[in-house]
């Protein structure tokens, strides 16, 4: 049986996502509210088919997105993210036959590294550091396994200004990786 308490347990991964994706406490810690109030309310539809993290999961990334819709009601222009051209920025990550110009280094067991709070607390430097809704589309996209044309409509951009704000986030996130996670050494 799903008990309040069992809800509540979750409230600090569900705040880390959140705050990923908002990157704006106040904002986060709303949505989680509204999730934990919402998941109470409804807790008798729980059928038990997945855990109560992905359940609690699945209805934080619909308030997210009322959250971020708001949002972007209030702001309806925002500045172009990065004075770079695509081609210049990739110049600095791939060779000219395509391949990466320093390998990819392997960041240890995934699910060791997924769990350790020491990863997301990086991962939330990292993503705080790109611009805002280039992070969101990364969260969306990778974290919470969204289509293109959904974030598309949740964010309101085209799909090739998804795919740019994609491509730079992880060229972003890979070099903070290296820095931050991996220590700067290189392989």
């Known amino acids: 049986m799903l008990t309040p308490e069992l809800i509540e347990a ?16 106040g904002a986060a810690d709303e949505a989680v509210q509204e999730t934990l109030l919402a998941a ?13 993290r992905t359940w609690l999961t699945s209805i934080l990334r619909f308030k997210l997105i009322d959250t971020i819709r708001r949002e972007r009601k209030v702001v309806l ?11 210049e920025f990739a110049d600095l990550f791939f060779a000219p036959d395509g391949h990466w110009r320093e390998p990819v280094r392997a960041w240890g067991g995934p699910e060791a590294t997924l769990i350790a709070r020491e990863f997301w607390d990086v991962f939330e430097r990292c993503s705080q550091a790109m611009p805002r809704r280039t992070a969101m589309a990364f969260v969306l996209r990778e ?6 044309a959904e974030i ?5 951009i085209t799909a090739t200004n998804c795919s740019v704000m994609l491509y730079r986030a992880r060229m972003s996130l890979r070099e903070c990786f290296e820095i931050s996670w991996l220590g700067g050494a290189k392989a």
């Open 40 to 52: 109470l309310e409804s807790a008798t539809s729980f059928s038990g088919k997945s855990s109560v």
């Open 10 to 25: 979750e409230r600090p991964y569900l705040m880390r996502y959140a705050l990923a994706q908002l990157r704006d406490k």
């Open 143 to 148: 974290l919470q396994g969204m289509e293109i």
């Open 152 to 156: 598309c409509k949740a964010l309101e």
């Open 77 to 87: 222009v925002e500045s172009f993210e990065d004075e770079a051209s695509d081609d």
